[in-house]
């Protein structure tokens, strides 16, 4: 079993800035990917950014603000988040991909609340 803890999450004043970060653990074995989706109200989830090897694809609307680093050592991914505003409020969610069969994993998911 795989379990992802994220922390991080909170209310911001607009522009403002945020850290979230994820931490798995269990059986994890080899990992495809690590990253950040989020989910507003009314909403389908979202890619926010992800990293799979050495390559990482970031949501259009998150490019030059936020930034995501890892630990592959720790199995820990963070997301700096940098200028948010109000489309930026959802809850986030930790994803991880298993390279055995491609099994993807979730956090519990973080609120992150932009007021303008």
């Known amino acids: 079993q795989v379990r992802l803890v994220e922390s991080g999450g909170g209310l911001v004043q607009a522009g403002g800035s945020l850290r979230l970060s994820c931490t798995a653990s269990g059986n994890i074995g080899s990992i495809n990917g690590m990253g950040w989706y989020r989910q507003a109200p009314g909403k389908e989830r979202e890619l926010v950014a992800i990293t799979r090897g050495d390559n990482i694809n970031y949501a259009d609307s998150v490019k030059g603000r936020f930034t995501i680093s890892g630990d592959n050592a720790k199995n820990t991914v963070n997301l700096q988040m940098n200028s948010l505003n109000s489309e930026d409020t959802a809850v986030y969610y930790c994803?991880?991909?298993?390279?055995?069969?491609?099994?993807?994993?979730w956090g519990q998911g973080t609120q992150v609340t932009v007021s303008s």
């Open positions: 994803w991880l991909e298993r390279r055995a069969f491609r099994t993807n994993y």
